[in-house]
């Protein structure tokens, strides 16, 4: 066979497989070649993916992924595969990278940067170690001959979660005892931390150094439903290996638990006491390894009692786990643990499409401020003339029913409201008013639509919690919260969260969008309605800059009561709960309900994760089409061709603008009933905008010309399917559709207008009709 008419997957299977195999790979133990879905894509509206990516080849020895080989046919250069090679390893966290079209091969070291032709043998998955790991490590081999724990196969660690395991592992193996792992939320920080539990125990690591004995492991979290969602997701474990540290089985063994592998507590229970707190019944060096969850939300702050806590425990190795990158407000946080072992990004979890991406609507309104100037009632407390109330006061100083009323209408009146949904309130009392007024205005019969989920709803509280986190219930379909639910809600299928109070903490705000970035079928974005100005978070340089240097520690006067799972002492980090009574009640007039408006404004991100105005956003999309595009005559000719229009669409999508911003740009620049050409074209070139109904009409005169009268009805039908829905109903695929609804088939459409290839020249015909001007 010649090389020139092999295919890649011919050049994989006859030339580069046997090489690979040769060397060893697949074949020594402890070896494994795999090709590696890296990420889906982006996910896009109508259920489609942005370009997703996938190695050719991961060459894996003792748990490592020490290389990757790009593959490309036998009739191209060996090289045009070395791009792909260096992105994947960057990715994948492999040492080297490798190109080949099976004639050739190329290599490159990503530590050293040293790279070239290369000549075969290829090395042996050995020799890679020994290239890759300059000292050998005991542990390193410990770990990497224990198996992830995968359910039989049933799933697969994505990159970016076996990234973190390695990383945390090697930093065990070399004997650090401040670890931190930074993943947005939503990411699987839980799995990470049941993978590397699973090997330490499996393994025997402990501190002593030697594979003696099991490690014994405390997970931490500060609320207990994030206790109890790490609790279930290590079942894995013998039954007798786990156990719960919490009163109930405190009381039952008359003391706290001792003979398991795997302890798991909240710090409220560990602060506990009668006395002495729990945790000072276990000596210091009991823990081998001790994983805090949520670690930014105080565990590190020098004034805190976590902080005391995790100095009793100071033995033992600790492994932060946060979805927040270093900021001021958490500095102390990476003072502690120090820099972190591995990071991933929430924009990049957006990106690789792991994580579902968001809007943001501005909700602003006439009544986000008010002054009392003495035309509504006071039904409560002293009010003066010209007193002036912020976003701040309300629902803490003043109550104002109608106004909470006037934006439950209105994002209720512009939400699916069979869409499971987060509303966050200013208080436990404000959360009960909004969940009595859901309940009010809602289009569903049910009783149990929305409920309040707060530190005072309990046990029952937490049933619906359960319940709203079961996908295959609807019922409820809206939570109301203040604080409780900003954390800890493993829910998949949340569609909105709403916010009714403002969010004075970046951590808690990327915490809030992290319960709507979870994927779920068919859940193409979620929306954030902002009624607080939250978004301008976004502005803020500690969205992604560096923080400033930390202040030294202050004491705190005690916190006011807050909705989190114990009156304990809450996280330093976490914003006061203001749990005030408001002293102030009005209501307002009939007029001044009447005048209540709103302006709904949608904020659009860069694949940076940065907000843009909508002129920025046009701006980027200037840029970029100048990229694909040299001049008008070009856009015609690829937007009048079906198959280079279909490209061109393609090659948007790859680029961030999927169906959804393509029609968010046409509804910016009022052309709703133009086509695409004409948008990008106005944009490009400031072209005179027409219809479609225009542009239809002006290619009707081509379609008369024609003398079959029933391919001159099929054309007609074609324009007005266009008119009707867009450039979509012009692709090539859509013609058999066509001749089927008019003719029955393609068969008896032939035998009234001709063969195939007429009918198809004509539809192209009436296309370059439609863009001839």
Known sequence: MSSDTETEAETRTNRILPVLQAAGWGNVEGSRIREEMICPGRIQSGGKRGKGLSADYVLIHKGHKLAVLEAKRAGVSHRNGVGQAKDYATRLGSRFAYASNGLKWYGIDMSTGAEGDMALPFPTPDELWDRTFASQNLWRDLFGAVDFETDGGKWELRYYQHNAITAALEALGKGDRRILLTLATGTGKTSIAFQIAWKLFQAKW???????????????????????????????????????????????????????????????????????????????????????????????????????????????????????????????????????????????????????????????????????????????????????????????????????????????????????????????????????????????????????????????????????????????????????????????????????????????????????????????????????????????????????????????????????????????????????????????????????????????????????????????????????????DELRRKWSNPTTRVALVQQLSDRGYDAEKLEEIRRMVSAENSDLFDVLAYILYQSDQKTRRERAEAAKSDVESQENEDLRALLVSVLSAYEERGFEELRIEKLGEYLTARFGGVSEAKSKIGDVSVIRAAFLKVQEALYRH
């Open 206 to 632: 402990n501190l002593s150094g030697a594979p003696t004995r099991l490690p014994r492991i405390l997970f931490l979290a500060d609320r207990n439903i994030l206790a109890d969602q790490a609790y279930n997701a290590f079942s894995a474990f013998p039954n007798d290996a786990v156990t719960r540290i919490d009163p109930g089985t405190i009381r039952k063994n008359k003391g706290v638990p001792k003979n398991a592998s795997l302890f798991f507590t909240i710090f409220q229970t560990f602060m506990t006491g009668e006395g002495e707190p729990v945790y000072t019944q276990y000596p210091p060096n009991f823990f081998d390894f001790i994983v805090i969850d949520e670690c930014h939300r105080g565990g590190a702050k020098d004034e805190s009692e976590w902080r005391r806590l995790l100095e009793y425990f100071e033995p033992a190795a600790q492994l932060g786990l946060t979805a927040t990158p270093k900021r001021k407000h958490n500095a102390d946080t990476y003072a502690y643990f120090g820099e972190p072992a591995y990071t991933y990004a929430l924009r990049d979890g957006i990106e690789d499409g792991f994580l579902t991406p968001f809007k943001v609507r501005q909700m602003a309104s006439t009544i986000d401020e008010y002054v009392w100037d003495g035309s509504d009632e006071l039904l409560e407390g002293e009010v003066e003339e010209g007193e002036q109330f912020t976003e701040n006061d309300f629902n803490t100083r003043v109550i104002i029913e109608e106004r909470e009323l006037s934006r439950v209408q209105e994002f209720m009146s512009q939400i699916n409201q069979r869409e499971k949904t987060l509303v966050f309130c200013a208080t436990q009392d404000h959360a009960a008013l909004v969940r009595d007024l859901i309940n009010q205005v809602k289009v569903s019969n049910h009783p149990d639509y929305c409920h309040r989920v707060t530190a005072e709803d309990g046990a029952v509280g937490e049933a619906w919690l359960r319940t709203f986190q079961d996908n295959e219930k609807t019922i409820p379909t809206i939570l109301t919260t203040s604080q409780k639910l900003s954390t800890g809600v493993d829910a998949w299928n949340i569609r909105n969260i709403v916010l009714m109070r403002p969010v004075k903490s970046m951590i808690e705000f990327k915490q809030i969008i992290g319960r709507g970035t979870r994927t779920y079928e068919g859940k193409d974005y979620f929306t954030i309605w902002d009624f607080v100005k939250a978004h301008l978070n976004f502005q803020d340089p500690e969205w992604d800059g560096e923080p400033d240097d930390p202040e030294p520690p202050t004491p705190r006067p005690p916190s006011a009561p807050s909705d989190t799972d114990d009156p304990s002492p809450k996280p330093d980090d976490a914003p006061e709960d203001d749990e005030r009574t408001a002293t102030i009640r009005i209501s307002l007039s009939d007029g001044t309900v009447r005048e209540i408006r709103y302006l709904a404004t949608t904020t659009y991100w860069s694949a940076d994760g940065r907000p843009m105005t909508a002129q920025q956003f046009l701006v980027q999309l200037f840029g970029d089409l100048s990229g694909l595009i040299h001049d008008e």
